[in-house]
């Protein structure tokens, strides 16, 4: 994981990271692809006491599927629903 950017007010943290990795395993029943991926997420912690005590995390899931293959570009690439 790479930390891209992260800012503090009051009792929060926001981060925006990218984590990077090979897919080289099952993920959410698709196979194994072996492809390099990199997806950027962002996430906002509350402190209290020094401690994190919640935490919210948006990834950019629909990156990581089109980077699996399992999510299409354009629409004219989606397959025929008929």
Not at 65 to 80: A, D, F, T
Request: hydrophobic fraction near 35%.
């Amino acid at each position: 994981m790479r930390i891209l950017d992260e800012i503090t007010e009051g009792d929060r943290v926001v981060t925006r990271f990218e984590v990077s990795g090979t897919h080289r395993a099952e993920f959410r029943t698709i196979p194994a692809t072996n492809k390099a991926l990199k997806v950027e997420g962002l996430s906002i912690s509350r402190i209290t006491n020094g401690k994190v005590v919640e935490t919210r995390v948006q990834m950019d899931t629909k990156a990581l599927m089109r980077g699996l293959g399992v999510v299409y570009h354009r629409r004219s690439q989606w397959p025929s629903l008929r």
